[in-house]
């Protein structure tokens, strides 16, 4: 359905033309900055390295302040460019967070679905982002760790419902085992990708709108000049 291609040489913009491996030439570059949120250890910074590496490190270093990758993707006519925000989750890192979201497109919030204190700390996030960052933000949330469901201690009919309520995108994932890891990120790029096509509606149909009204207002002088010609033609 995609397949993800080598980060770009320079940096694309949307609306661009880009040339395929195979010569074939795309309609559209699309570019989101995306971010990653969450307590501590829940599993962000694994995430982003399935997802961008496909690899998974049993002992993952803690992120320092917050990391940046990039991951492209090919979709069709479509290539997506994501600048990833991989922020650390420990609580002296908080005042420096509203930096990585402010402007992001999507983010994601992570929570370990073995840890309940994991998932408040995940609502608190979901509460700053809809009330501080850009008010269309795509936001997803990703119950991590979904590997040790044996020891899990948050219900997933919970977390749906939670999600439902507050028009979040919801999967439960695991960085271990890969399970709905790209898929997270294709449901955020899915998204991103509506919103953009709505947008894009809305602006023709405002350039309509517009080129209407104009041609109208020129219409009403030329009608005039008309009358004022035929009434002088006619003596
Ligand atoms: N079993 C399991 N362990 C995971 C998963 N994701 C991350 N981990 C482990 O959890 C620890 C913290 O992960 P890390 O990505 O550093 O968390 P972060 O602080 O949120 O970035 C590391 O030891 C990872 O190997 C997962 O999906 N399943
Ligand atoms: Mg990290």
């Known amino acids: 359905m995609f397949r993800q291609i080598e980060p770009m040489a320079s940096s694309p913009r949307a609306g661009g033309a880009a040339q395929r491996p195979n010569g074939a030439t795309q309609n559209k570059i699309c570019q989101f900055k995306l971010v990653l949120l969450g307590e501590s250890a829940v599993g962000k910074s694994s995430l982003v390295l399935r997802f961008v590496k496909g690899q998974f490190h049993e002992y993952q270093e803690s992120t320092i302040g917050a990391a940046f990758l990039t991951q492209t993707l090919c979709i069709d006519d479509t290539t997506v460019k994501f600048e990833i925000w991989d922020t650390a989750g420990q609580e002296r890192y908080h005042s420096l967070?509203?930096?990585?979201?402010?402007?992001?497109?999507?983010?994601?919030?992570?929570?370990d679905i073995q840890n309940s204190d994991s998932f408040a700390r995940a609502k608190t996030w979901v509460k700053e982002?809809?009330?501080?960052?850009?008010?269309?933000?795509?936001?997803?949330?990703?119950?991590?760790?979904?590997?040790?469901?044996?020891?899990?201690?948050?219900?997933?009919?919970?977390?749906?419902?939670?999600?439902?309520?507050?028009?979040?995108?919801?999967?439960?994932?695991s960085a271990k085992t890969a399970v709905n890891v790209n898929d997270i990120f294709l449901a955020i790029v899915n998204a991103l990708l509506n919103a953009c096509e709505v947008c894009c509606m809305k602006n023709c149909i405002m350039v309509i709108i517009v080129t209407l009204k104009s041609s109208v207002m020129t219409l009403e002088p030329a009608d005039g000049m008309m009358k004022l010609m035929r009434s002088s033609m006619l003596g």
């Not at 930096?99 to 929570?111: D, H, L, S």
């Not at 850009?134 to 749906?160: F, Q, T, W």
């Open 129 to 173: 982002l809809q009330r501080q960052a850009s008010p269309n933000i795509v936001i997803a949330l990703a119950g991590n760790k979904a590997d040790l469901a044996n020891s899990r201690v948050v219900d997933y009919e919970e977390a749906k419902q939670y999600a439902d309520d507050n028009g979040l995108l919801f999967m439960e994932t």
């Open 97 to 111: 967070a509203p930096m990585y979201y402010r402007g992001a497109q999507a983010a994601i919030v992570v929570y």
